[in-house]
């Protein structure tokens, strides 16, 4: 099949990519002339492990090009997706639709005949409808399909998260239209990955239902970690005691500092946003929302209670700046609020990620960078893991602490237990670890 791809960011470039490792002939569009240019030199914009290999590899193939010329891409496709970000609006925190709508009309001009147009971005409840309308509108001579596709991927693990994918959703209100989709994900169902035909609206509503199932996972579990701190018990066998239970499951019960990123901070905003627009309120997430913007400023006070109550003047040391490990993500991060917070509280900040420091900089004042974990940790008064990539995982902790000025642990991800932590001298304080 041909396919064009509009919007070449992490979900459109690994998305086309996979597609294009399918079998079909995928064009990936950006408006940005450096992500292209970029992409056309064999450089990746985003880090993804996996994704360089397999885009070179479509790309020697033949089936995966890169361009900013929308037109040529969308004439001829049977299907175009549309995989364009959709971030929360400045004001009053609805998914700012400006961008799907702007591809829409730029999709419309450029269709030569049948395609089904796929929302591939996460859009509230009856974006597809206006969508629709806007293609119908423009082009009254054109039979277009319109469907609906979430995209479930996650950063860090997305190539095997698009290949091997728990389910695919299509929302699609007509026969041709998921005949189209069904054809695109052919090598899937191959495979047997579950695939869900469901109308447009319900495929749009899963996917805000799912990001907000998830946040309120981790924060229920954020929450009973304070509890288990006052309380005197420990989280993780908590999180291990009910997550065996087959009807919780032990994934996303990982206590830490909030959830960030670039998806549920916003989704859970927007479903916030449709729920009210409907007169029916999702209080649960509207408090998942609260709770979790409150927790990542806390994890500052944390910070500041580990050093004995004062940061002023000291220097605080942290390990990972990306929302989890495994991307350069630096969207909506948990570091960013406690960094505010720790520089409102006088800290100077040293830190260190892996993969994350790029695209850190323009979004921190007054931060200094270090090369690795043991260079961060230098005259640190204290050292606080953020993220928990795998090189902070196994750190030399005598090696730290003989460099450090204080030795000062707080493990925002329970990556160390706290007995080994002090038994080579630290002051550790972990997250609902008592
Ligand atoms: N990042 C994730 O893990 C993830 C997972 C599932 C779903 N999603 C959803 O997928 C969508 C995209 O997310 P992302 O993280 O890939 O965003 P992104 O910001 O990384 O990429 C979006 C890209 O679209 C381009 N673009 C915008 N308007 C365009 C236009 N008219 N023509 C061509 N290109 C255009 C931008 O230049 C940018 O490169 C969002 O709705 C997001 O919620 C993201």
Request: some cysteine.
């Amino acid at each position: 099949m041909r396919i064009a791809m509009i919007g070449s960011g992490y979900v459109g470039l690994v998305s086309g990519a996979c597609l294009a490792d399918f079998g079909h002939e995928v064009v990936c569009i950006d408006k940005d002339p450096e992500k292209i240019a970029a992409l056309n030199e064999g450089r990746m914009p985003i880090y993804e492990p996996g994704l360089d290999a397999l885009v070179a590899e479509n790309v020697r193939q033949k089936r995966l090009a890169f361009s900013t010329d929308l037109k040529p891409a969308v004439a001829g496709a049977q299907a175009v997706f549309i995989a364009v970000g959709t971030p929360s609006r400045r004001g009053d925190g609805f998914a700012d639709l400006s961008y799907v709508y702007a591809a829409a009309r730029e999709i419309a001009e450029a269709l030569t005949g049948y395609a089904v147009v796929v929302t591939k971005s996460t859009v509230p409840v009856g974006t597809g409808d206006e969508v629709e309308r806007i293609l119908r509108e423009a082009r009254p001579d054109l039979d277009i399909g319109v469907a609906s596709n979430p995209e479930f991927l996650r950063e860090g693990a997305a190539i095997g998260d698009f290949k091997r994918p728990d389910r695919i959703v299509i929302g699609a209100e007509d026969a041709r239209a998921a005949a189209v989709m069904q054809e695109v994900y052919r090598p899937l169902y191959l495979n047997q990955a579950p695939i869900l035909f469901t109308g447009r609206r319900t495929a749009e509503l899963t996917k805000y239902a799912a990001n907000a199932f998830l946040a309120t996972k981790i924060t229920f579990i954020n929450e009973i970690a304070d509890l288990c701190e006052q309380v005197g018990a420990n989280v993780q066998e908590v999180a291990r005691g009910i997550g065996l239970d087959n009807r919780i499951g032990g994934k996303f019960l990982h206590a830490g500092p909030g959830y960030g990123g670039s998806c549920f901070p916003k989704d859970t905003l927007a479903l916030v946003k449709t729920a009210q627009d409907y007169g029916t309120p999702v209080r649960i997430v509207e408090t998942v929302v609260a709770v979790n913007d409150q927790r990542k400023r806390a994890m500052a006070r944390k910070v500041i209670a580990a050093c004995g109550g004062s940061v002023r003047g000291k220097r605080v040391a942290l390990l990972g700046l990306t929302f989890k490990p495994n991307t350069d993500d630096m969207r909506d991060a948990p570091s960013l609020s406690i960094i505010a917070g720790l520089q409102d509280a006088g800290a100077r900040i040293v830190a260190y990620d892996p993969e994350g420091m790029e695209q850190a900089r323009p979004l921190l004042q007054g931060v200094d960078y270090a090369e690795d974990a043991y260079a961060c940790a230098e005259g640190a008064d204290a050292l606080v893991i953020v993220t928990e990539w795998n090189a902070f995982r196994a750190l030399d902790l005598a090696r730290l602490k003989a460099t450090m000025a204080a030795p000062v642990l707080v493990d925002l991800r329970n990556v160390y237990a706290s007995a080994d932590a002090e038994q080579h001298g630290f002051a550790y304080a972990g997250i609902g670890v008592a």
